[in-house]
């Protein structure tokens, strides 16, 4: 079966660090576009960062330099590793899939693991 | 980068078509032909319904359609039903190879 699977949310405080993990299967993670989108408490989605399957990555301005977003080939992972992490970036973080030919239609989606900032 | 806008509502009787527009700029939206939308049910991850600007993936209903023109794209959903109701939003890639959402629409069915 193909999905994803998030994990690794959680309650963390302002300007601490977690790292979110997706897991893939029926599918292999390098040979696609693989992004991450958030969705804030009764927001709409935003995107925040790709990898393409060369290993070039781009982010939001939101999280530049914040967020890094990598994956193992081996496990047939994507992580998102966030450092400094504000109020405003409380989200359910989705990963999801695009084929290598259009980066913007996702088509396979996690779950979603919500991140909450707070004191 | 800003949003792509959206109408924030959206409502219809059943069996009545419903369009929701999307509006960019030629950096984004009017500047590719890679446009996609998504339906999300509340609590649910989003689906996608349309990409490249008016392609149907595998086992979405024919009453979905998509189109562009300049700046502005558009989701047409034909015959409502009851199960459509929930939220659509709009993306597009844009040219410093990042994507962006709109802001999202509810779509009622009255």
């Known amino acids: 079966e193909v999905q994803l699977v998030e994990s690794g949310g959680g309650l963390i405080q302002p300007r601490g660090s977690l790292r979110l993990s997706c897991a893939a299967s029926?599918?292999?993670?390098?040979?696609?576009?693989m992004s991450w989108v958030r969705q804030a408490p009764g927001k709409g989605l935003e995107w925040v960062s790709v990898i393409y399957s060369g290993g070039r990555t781009y982010y939001a301005d939101s999280v530049k330099g914040r967020f890094t977003i990598s994956r193992d080939n081996s496990k047939n992972t994507l992580s998102l590793q966030m450092n400094s992490l504000r109020a405003e970036d409380t989200a359910v973080y989705y990963c999801?899939?695009?084929?290598?030919?259009?980066?913007?239609?996702?088509?396979?989606w996690g779950q979603g693991t919500m991140v909450t900032v707070s004191s | 980068q800003s949003a792509l806008t959206q109408p924030a509502s959206v409502s219809g009787s059943p069996g009545q078509s419903i369009t929701i527009s999307c509006t960019g700029t030629?950096?984004?939206?009017?500047?590719?032909?890679?446009v996609s939308w998504y339906q999300q049910h509340p609590g649910k991850a989003p689906k996608l319904m349309i990409y490249d600007v008016s392609h149907r993936p595998s086992g979405v209903s024919y009453r979905f359609s998509g189109s562009k023109s300049g700046n502005t794209a558009s989701l047409t959903i034909s015959g409502l039903q009851a199960e459509d109701e929930a939220d659509y939003y709009c993306?597009?890639?844009?040219?410093?190879?990042?994507?962006?959402f709109g802001g999202g629409t509810k779509v009622t069915v009255l």
């Open positions: 030629s950096s984004d939206l009017g500047g590719y032909n890679y």
């Open positions: 029926g599918f292999t993670v390098s040979s696609n576009y």
């Open positions: 999801a899939r695009a084929p290598d030919w259009d980066l913007n239609a996702f088509d396979i």
């Open positions: 993306s597009s890639y844009t040219s410093s190879s990042t994507v962006i």
